[in-house]
């Protein structure tokens, strides 16, 4: 079967998995000559995934995906309540690295280390969590889950606005999707290396 809602999902964990990997790169690379640039565009890639993901991925998954899932498969109990819990903390670690990378910015180069143990946490969290989702939760709703229960979850999904997709109208993120694409390193953006 091929539901819409399963390709969006799927295209905005790749996007997801691909903003982790280029706010890496990014760290690791430093600010180099152009320290304003440099901390301007890794504040709006962390703003992107607490904007996109925090308030629109994670909340239609824990209302169309995760309860019929549960519902028709509850010995993936844990495993939904671990996602969930995920979505909560989420927010708060997002939080905290945006809060690290102000004190790096604007103390200097000695709280880079901070910055950079913390993103890793959070880059191996989250993409347990992405793996998780990916190999046992959307497997199993493509195996229980109903037309209607596809159709409410398809009509949601497309009303996302996450600037990386064709599905999106990218108006109100536009200025954040350029200022990430030109200057964030690939697979996200046309920046150095």
Known sequence: MNHKSIQIINQEHATISAMLYS????????PKGNRALFFEVLRSMLFYIDEFPEKQHHPKENLYLFPPVLKKAPELKDAIEQLELDHKVGEYRIRELQHLLLRWEILGDEHQAAFKLAY??????????????NSLILPKALKVLDEQEWALMDEAFEENTDPWLEHSGQGVYQNLFSKITNHAPAPIGLGEQ
Do not use: P
């Open 23 to 30: 706010i890496e790169m990014m760290e690791r690379r430093g």
């Open 120 to 133: 890793k946490k959070y880059h191996d969290f989250y993409l347990h969590h992405l793996q998780l989702e």
